[in-house]
């Protein structure tokens, strides 16, 4: 059974509880644009062209490229497909349709266990260092995961490496006010030495989860790697194995810039997973396909609107359905 299929009986099957019809609302709304983008040229396609031909392959790579799916995955993708419509004798685009979306949650998968879980602490606080470029959301991710772990009943802190930037720390605070957490920061000092002494109270304070708030100054590669060495080694010292994540927040509307931001912080630290921002103010939501492919990070969170709840935990089949839901009936 393909994707398409699969995906079709696990929707009619579908338990209807609040929960789940919010989290499809969600994806749904916030993947709006890209549907109606990318879906709606897929589907003129289909009506275009009645046959399976060479101009129809390259007006679908166009598609798929201006959906940011990115140019390497676009080719990886398209060599697969015509590949598959040789081997099985597909004439029909209809049919072509489903095996397009078959194909797009193999890229994502290939033949992996991807999890989006987070890797929780056994015993101590877990800590999550959030690293991207300024700008991206950052702080307001850290708000958005403190507020759906806390309403997980869990204790939550927020300390702020972001030590020289203007207003930085203070905008962490009020967040931190605002979702009822922990908050530790100081201004224009060394900002291990912040996020030491915010561990320490951390501790005392039996906080279930720290989030830890970091510079985004990648002009300077060098310098940003020197500091987030310095704080991996003081996060260490203080909780053994830590930090348990270290999670790149990308603004999900610079499209391919958000690819060649996530390669550049994979050289300075070690990152273990993706939060994609914005996801709902643009039609570009192909970049999740590419990120994957092109520096192989789970995307563990991505954000589909300005609430606190529009921060959803990724999950693929929902991401699938929530581009294509027009076309499976």
Known sequence: MGFFDKIKKVISKREVSS???EIEKIYDQGLKKTREE???????????????????????????????????TVFKFMERLQKRV?????????????????ELFIIYVNNESITTKINMAEEGPTIILLVGVNGVGKTTTI???AYKYKKLGKKTMMIAGDTFRAGA????????????????????????GVIYDGLELAKKE???IVFI??????????????????INKVINRKIPNAPHETLLVIDASTG??????????????????????????TAKGGIVLAIKEEVDLPVKFIGLGEAMEDLQTFDIEEYIYGLFKDMIG
């Open 38 to 72: 990318f879906v709606s040229k897929l589907s003129l396609l289909g009506i275009k062209y009645t046959k399976i031909n060479d101009a129809y392959f390259e007006e679908l790579e166009d598609l798929l490229i201006s959906a940011d799916i990115g140019i390497n």
């Open 213 to 230: 708030d970091t510079a985004g100054r990648l002009q300077n590669k060098v310098n940003l790697m020197k500091e987030l060495e310095k």
């Open 19 to 21: 929960e789940n019809k």
């Open 86 to 102: 040789k081997n099985e004798k597909i004439e029909d685009v209809k049919m072509l349709n489903e095996i397009i979306i078959d």
């Open 206 to 208: 039996k906080v279930d």
């Open 143 to 145: 708000a958005k995961l």
């Open 256 to 281: 391919q810039n958000g690819i060649l931001q996530a390669k550049a912080f994979q050289e300075i630290t070690n990152i273990t997973g993706i939060v994609l921002t914005k996801l709902d103010g």
């Open 169 to 192: 720390v203070e905008q962490l605070k009020i967040w931190a006010n605002k979702t009822d957490s922990i908050f530790y920061g100081k201004d224009h000092i060394d900002p291990a």
